[in-house]
């Protein structure tokens, strides 16, 4: 990105906003920002919508503080809650159907490629657990299988939060919501082994209880998908309003289900990107 | 890549010399193609277009394109198709019948987001029940999607048609999809000589910028942008918005009406048009028309023809000023529901003189004299 574009105009400098002032001073394009920088610089992320404590809204704080390249990042949604949260974040940002995300995603890679052969241009797909797992799976797995240079992040708060608060194929076995009135009778889908054989060269499942792991898994999932191919991150994010939590409970909540094991975190790197990542990262896993 | 001419569109179209070419419809396609710098095509397969798209791969693997590939399903091809569009290049793809109606949420959306697509539909039957004949009752569907639609009679217009409607789609004040539709089978599958612009002449490329909406490539402001985010609020503002972006849509449709008649020498042609009957129709049925109004000729009976390029925009004042003395309107189509008579009953003056009718369906051809019956019905 030329960095002229945000550039605010000398005529200019008195009509526009405190928070695009902010963003051109002290904003995290071309800087090297990450998480233990948050509260020191503009976020990509404003006045955003979504219900206090919610867990998506942290989790996207935290993956916009965490993308190597903000200036080059180009991000595709999908419809639901995130997708309230979007129109407030300062990057190109795509927002086309329901279930969809990662064919747009497919074909606007391929088109920036053409386009700007010798300039890094992430596509970075982030949508919920509805998006990923039910409505859109056809799309998301058959980009995995053409081997598509996108990362895919799902924010998993277990349930289609935006509508009401229905079942989803993420939500947990037993759990009674909307639309699984005597309780979700088949179990939570295991996307991440899913995205393994997929043909996914990196997969991790964490949360924003643990923030440095969390943008360890962007930054390498980023990197990857630039390198080498299809990338998956799985974000537990949890949704206080259809699951009856305080907002205050939510962290506490991430951090039981990793404990107790019903919520696991971990990574899977494969050899092309264990390669890539000692030599970027000097070595350190 | 091939080594291509740049030449401007009113020389590929009108000045350039044309070698006459004996193809079928779908090889019309790939000779648009090859002529249109295309950047990337999307195929999926569906008969009666999987043929054209076969062809476009050809050209991809001869140079003429940058990208191409295989998606998994119609619906997704028309979202690989948007992301690409999205990026600034100039795509194309294909489908039809069912393929269509697989993909129908996406175009509406082509036109919302702004998208210069052109697609090409080569129309047949939709299961109900299950058919692979020709028809064009998905262009029924079509008709409110806000995309522009362009009707080809022959492989000549698909031709055409298909290198215009990308000069049409991407004018600034236009820049909305184009769909160029031709009878699949009928067109497609069926050898005729064309007339066809030199094979080392292109058209010149896209210029994403020309777009009125920022391309998504973090390279053009403003930064903070989002496709399209209008409904995403429930607030008055946000809903004026999104009420005014249709209107602006809607202008953009009309604002093609200059462009379509240019091009393509008027929205419609007229032969005969003072003649008491007129046949009106698009497609092959214009083809089948001709054949009627030649024998009724030879019956002594006077009948003109109006052959309808472009179905959107409609030709609504065109037809109005046409058929005011007119006694009677024949509408023969390719499809069960009428779609195209109930257009023009919409416009014309006094609607009882439209007959619609002969239809035909389901996979038939339409018999010369199925016509030739209504206009001697309508002469008694």
Request: hydrophobic residues 40%.
């Amino acid at each position: 990105m030329n960095k002229g574009l945000v550039k605010i105009s000398p005529c200019f400098e008195d009509v526009m906003p405190q928070e695009y002032k902010e963003l051109v001073e002290k904003g995290s394009y071309g800087q090297d920002y990450g998480v233990a920088d948050l509260g020191s610089f503009k976020e990509l992320i404003e006045e955003h919508p979504l219900c206090a404590g919610c867990g998506l809204a942290l989790s996207m704080r935290l993956i916009l503080a965490s993308l190597p390249n903000p200036e080059s990042t180009i991000i595709v949604g999908s419809t639901g809650c995130s997708a309230l949260a979007f129109s407030q974040v300062a990057l190109h940002n795509i927002h086309s159907l329901f279930g969809n995300q990662n064919a747009v995603a497919t074909g606007l890679k391929r088109a920036l490629k053409l386009r700007f052969p010798d300039e890094i241009k992430d596509v970075v797909v982030i949508a919920g657990d509805g998006a990923t797992a039910d409505i859109g799976l056809d799309m998301v797995m058959q980009s995995w299988f053409r081997r598509e240079n996108i990362t895919t992040i799902m924010l998993d708060n277990e349930a289609y939060a935006n509508t009401g608060g229905q079942e989803s194929g993420m939500t947990a076995e037993k759990a009674v919501l909307n639309m699984a009135p005597k309780g979700k009778n088949f179990p939570k889908v295991n996307l991440a082994d899913v995205a393994q054989v997929a043909g996914c060269a990196y997969v991790a499942t964490c949360n924003p209880a643990k923030s440095r792991v969390l943008e360890k898994a962007v930054k390498r999932a980023i990197l990857a998908a630039r390198e080498i191919g299809p990338t998956y991150v799985q974000i537990y994010a949890p949704c206080p309003t259809n699951y009856k939590l305080k907002p205050d409970e939510v962290l506490a909540t991430v951090k039981n289900r990793e404990k107790e094991g019903t919520y696991p975190t971990g990574e899977f790197i494969s050899a092309k990107a264990q390669e890539l990542f000692e030599s970027l990262e000097g070595g350190s896993k | 890549m091939i080594d291509q001419k740049i030449v401007d569109p009113q020389h590929l179209f009108f000045e350039a010399d044309r070698e006459k070419r004996f193809i079928t419809g779908s090889e019309a396609v790939k000779e648009a193609i090859k002529r249109a710098n295309v950047d990337m095509a999307i195929s999926y397969p569906i008969t009666p277009q999987s043929e054209s798209m076969h062809l476009v791969g050809d050209l991809f693997a001869e140079g003429y394109l940058k990208e191409y590939f295989r998606g998994e399903n119609e619906f997704a091809v028309m979202s690989e198709v948007t992301g690409a569009a999205m990026a600034g290049v100039r795509v194309f793809t294909a489908t039809g019948g069912p393929g269509t109606l697989r993909a129908f949420e996406m175009f509406p959306t082509w036109v919302g987001a702004r998208l210069p697509i052109v697609c090409a539909f080569l129309t047949r039957g939709v299961n109900s029940p299950l058919t692979i004949q020709p028809d064009t009752i998905e262009m029924a569907f079509m008709l409110d999607t806000g995309m522009l639609m362009l009707h080809a009679e022959d492989a000549q217009d698909l031709y055409d048609m298909l290198l215009k409607a990308f000069i049409i789609a991407e004018q600034t004040d236009v820049h909305i999809p184009i769909g160029v539709y031709a009878d699949g089978f009928f067109v497609t599958h069926t050898r005729e000589t064309i007339e066809v612009a030199p094979e080392d002449d292109k058209l010149p490329g896209y210029n994403p910028y020309s777009s009125p909406v920022p391309v998504m490539d973090m390279v053009n402001a403003p930064v903070r942008q989002m496709r399209d985010p209008f409904v995403m609020k429930s607030n008055f503002i946000s809903y004026a918005t999104h009420a005014s972006w249709q209107q602006e849509v809607l202008a953009a449709g009309e604002r093609a009406r200059k462009h379509i008649d240019y091009y393509l020498n008027g929205l419609l042609e007229v032969e005969n048009e003072k003649a008491d009957i007129l046949i009106m129709t698009s497609g092959t049925a214009v083809s089948q028309s001709r054949e009627a109004i030649a024998l009724a000729r030879e019956e002594g009976i006077n009948v003109g023809l109006v052959k309808l390029k472009s179905i959107r925009p409609f030709p609504t004042e065109e037809i109005k000023a046409l058929t005011e003395n007119t006694k009677a309107i024949i509408v023969p189509e390719f499809n069960r529901v009428g779609w195209l008579a109930r257009e023009i009953k919409s416009v014309v003056k006094d609607s009882d003189k439209v007959m619609g009718g002969p239809r035909v369906f389901g996979g038939m051809t339409m018999p010369v004299e199925l016509i030739l019956d209504e206009i001697r019905r309508c002469v008694s």
